[in-house]
Nanobody, 123 residues
Framework: QAQLVEAGGGLVQAGGSLRLSCAAS????????MGWFRQAPGKAREFVAS????????YYTDSVKGRFTISRDNAENTVYLQMNGLKPEDTAVYYC????????????????WGLGTQVTVSS
């Protein structure tokens, strides 16, 4: 069965960087577009970034444009989220997800989800 496992979260000061990774298994990775979402305490899960099956197309929510970069390595079945210039408002649990629908911001269109990794940004 499909499994997504996130790693790389942690505690960082404002202005710092983290690189999240998400290792996929049990699915044909290159057949899925991938996305990163986040959920802060008391808030709904929100879209962060998405990348196409080939990795040639990406899409970001406005609040992270210019600071975050999504990428993927289909040979390693892994998707990454490089986060620079982190802000306290970026604090959340970050989830990766896989979708057969191509790049989308719609949570319900993602077929598989990881369990998440905590990112905490101190001011």
């Amino acid at each position: 069965q499909a499994q997504l496992v996130e790693a790389g979260g942690g505690l960082v000061q404002a202005g710092g960087s983290l690189r999240l990774s998400c290792a996929a298994s049990g699915l044909s990775f290159s057949s899925y577009a991938m996305g990163w979402f986040r959920q802060a305490p008391g808030k709904a899960r929100e879209f962060v970034a998405s990348i196409s099956r080939s990795g040639t197309t990406t899409y970001y929510t406005d609040s992270v444009k210019g600071r975050f970069t999504i990428s993927r390595d289909n040979a390693e079945n892994t998707v990454y989220l490089q986060m620079n210039g982190l802000k306290p408002e970026d604090t959340a649990v970050y989830y990766c997800a896989a979708t057969v629908y191509g790049i989308t911001v719609i949570t319900a269109k993602y077929n598989y989800w990881g369990l998440g990794t905590q990112v905490t940004v101190s001011s």
